[in-house]
């Protein structure tokens, strides 16, 4: 899964004020339907209370602001994939939402599967499940959940709102000899 959006921006989406370093920013991600594209909205946090995005907000996270580095290619920050957007939202210096968690849940498991995430164990209150990202060894922290068919609806409504509604399902050509099995042709 992968998706182009613009990197964080150095002024508040609404204000216009500048970002300083380790001030608290607030991303969004929105899908408007008038446009192909998923916007991404940052923010300073008094700004939060007057924001109405049109469109449907994808995930919210606050996180610390960065300036980026003079040699960051803001090329590589355009693409998110499922591992970028994983390492954005599971990063302990960002505040996870409760709308989010179901969200991370969801890609740790898929990036496990990719081996792109080691599991490590709990914490020992039992309510976190420790992975490790297999290319920094850096170890997160994800709410542990249960996997049930429920998380797994919710979780594909929310997916389709950032990946866009899959396609219906074809139906089954019909079959042209009523279910019979095809004649066999004797030599």
């Not at 919210?60 to 998110?80: I, N, Y």
């Not at 797994?152 to 089954?172: N, R, T, Y």
Request: glycine residues 6%; charged residues 20%; contains cysteine.
């Amino acid at each position: 899964m992968e998706l182009n959006l613009q990197p964080l921006g150095t002024s508040c989406s609404i204000t216009h004020e500048v970002f300083a370093a380790g001030q608290r920013v607030v991303s969004y991600l929105v899908r408007d339907p008038a446009q192909t594209e998923i916007v991404r909205y940052d923010l300073v946090e008094s700004a939060v209370p007057g924001f109405t995005p049109t469109g449907v907000v994808v995930c919210r996270w606050v996180h610390l602001f960065k300036p980026r580095k003079a040699g960051d290619s803001s090329e590589r920050t355009l693409k998110l994939t499922a591992e970028t957007l994983f390492l954005t939202l599971a990063d302990p210096t960002a505040e996870l939402t409760p709308e989010n968690a179901r969200l991370v849940q969801f890609l740790a498991l898929m990036l496990e599967r990719k081996r792109l995430l080691k599991p490590k164990g709990r914490t020992a209150d039992g309510l976190r499940t420790v992975v490790e990202h297999t290319k920094s060894k850096q170890l997160f922290e994800i709410p542990a959940g249960d996997l049930n068919p429920e998380f797994f609806v919710q979780v594909q409504a929310q997916l389709s709102v950032l990946v866009g509604e899959p396609k219906p399902a074809g139906k089954p050509a019909a079959d042209p000899g009523g279910g019979a099995p095809p004649p066999v042709n004797a030599p």
